[in-house]
């Protein structure tokens, strides 16, 4: 029977009439929220604009502006000197490095050229992870790709790789050509053989 009760008094109807409706249009809708931030905002304005220690929002950025003109005007010939002098430096070495890289390629492309390697992307790589050992030598490295990879040079052909001593099996199967080959200048290679 509590139960019941609990029930009755927390039913309550609200009769529908048109009184208790209200509409709004979007624009109205629209304007009393902005009314309502805009109250917001101007506080949270004044707040830091006391914190600041000025009026208004206004006066901090005149303030602002004049302290750095003040501090412009305020630098000295050395000081202005001394910024320009940072420029130039932070240039030069980025000059200096674009240099630098500008003849590590040219002098890649000279021994490409020399030597006649087909693929000079290949060789780079191929230098670069050979130039991080200790006993390297440009010219013996050279000498040992002729014989491990003579794919890479101009007018030597691949040696076919012989799979037991008979003459009538010559060369490898063409699948385990293309399966052993390390790059596109291998493929490449295998493919002008083929052909």
């Known amino acids: 029977m509590a139960d019941e009760q609990k029930t009755a008094d927390t039913q309550v109807e609200t009769p529908k009439t048109q009184e208790n409706e209200v509409v709004l249009t979007q624009s109205k809708l629209d304007a009393l929220i902005d009314k309502g931030f805009s109250k917001g905002a101007k506080r949270a304005e004044n707040e830091v604009a006391k914190s600041l220690g000025v009026d208004d929002l206004e006066q901090a950025r005149a303030l602002i502006q004049a302290k750095r003109e003040t501090d412009e005007a305020q630098k000295s010939d050395l000081d202005r000197a001394s910024e320009l002098n940072g420029t130039l430096n932070n240039t030069i070495e980025g000059l200096e490095g674009k240099l630098k890289s ?21 060789f780079k790589h191929l230098l670069q992870q050979a130039v991080g050992s200790e006993d390297f030598e440009e010219g013996s490295f050279i000498e040992s790709l002729k014989t491990e990879k003579p794919y890479l040079f101009n007018g030597t052909q691949v040696q076919a790789k012989r799979v037991d001593s008979s003459p009538n099996r010559a060369q490898l199967d063409v699948s385990e050509r293309v399966k052993s ?5 291998e493929l490449y290679a295998l493919q002008n053989d083929i052909t």
């Open 181 to 185: 080959a390390k790059s596109m200048a």
């Open 102 to 122: 500008m003849e590590v390629d040219m002098a890649i492309q000279r021994t490409v050229t020399e030597n006649g390697i087909n693929d000079a992307d290949y």
